[in-house]
């Protein structure tokens, strides 16, 4: 089974407003944390936000935050005030505490912002 | 946040050599250092965990003898792609994992684009 499944190929965004790409996870460890990245067409991939599993609060990064609904398996990303700099492929991870510590990624979703 | 860079950036060789891919953490040590590949307009495909000091642990279907690491050094890891053809043709892309404030975040490299002729 997928452990992270972003089932949104593509979206489009208005400049300046905002947009909220899915993704939901599938895992039976209670530790794990969550990231999302960003990969611009320049390939590399920039951290933008973590939640870790026992964290009560939802976390926010500037524009960034990650709406979590631990019950639901979901970890939607939401980017306020959409740039056109925001245009790029984005990518839900998650590592579980337990067992291997690498990352697992989602299939992305390409973002375009419209001016 | 915490950088880490990779060289070259960009590679074309010819079928038959190998290719040596670096890729540092440049201001903190990572004990473990990851290895991508990533096909166009598809995800992150882990190959490898690279662990300081010690043999480095392969994905299923990943050939050890062709894609040869060596993390040397706590800011170096190190990817060899041997007898390179054209279907290794990728890109290439590192992380290191900077650990504390129970984050446990990867940082990434920029990447790098092979192209076997």
């Known amino acids: 089974a997928q452990k992270i499944t972003q089932t949104q190929p593509g979206m489009f965004v208005q400049e300046k407003e905002a947009v909220t790409l899915d993704c939901t996870y599938d895992t039976s460890d209670p530790s794990y944390g969550l990231f999302w990245y960003k990969q611009p067409s320049s390939g590399e991939m920039i951290f933008l936000i973590y939640?870790?599993?026992?964290?009560?609060q939802n976390a926010t990064e500037g524009r960034y935050s990650l709406n979590f609904q631990k019950a639901r398996k979901s970890a939607n990303l939401v980017i306020s005030a959409s740039q056109l700099g925001d245009s790029a492929m984005y990518f839900c991870a998650m590592r579980e505490r337990t067992g291997a510590n690498n990352l697992f990624f989602g299939t992305g979703t390409r973002l375009t912002v419209i001016p | 946040g915490a950088v880490v860079s990779q060289h070259p950036s960009r590679v074309i060789c010819k079928s038959g050599t190998s290719v040596k891919i670096e890729c540092r953490s440049l201001?903190?040590?990572?004990?473990?250092m990851f290895w991508y590949r990533q096909f166009p307009k598809k995800s992150l495909m882990l190959m490898a965990t690279?662990?300081?000091?010690?043999?480095?642990?392969?994905e299923q279907g990943v050939e050890k003898d062709k894609f040869l690491i060596n993390h040397a050094s706590l800011t170096l890891s190190t990817l060899t792609v041997t007898s390179a053809h054209p279907e290794d043709s990728s890109f290439y892309i590192c992380s290191a994992e900077a650990t504390g404030k129970g984050t446990d975040t990867q940082y990434f490299g920029p990447g790098t684009r092979l192209t076997v002729l």
């Open positions: 690279s662990n300081e000091g010690s043999k480095a642990t392969y």
């Open positions: 201001d903190f040590q990572a004990t473990t």
């Open positions: 939640q870790g599993s026992y964290d009560q």
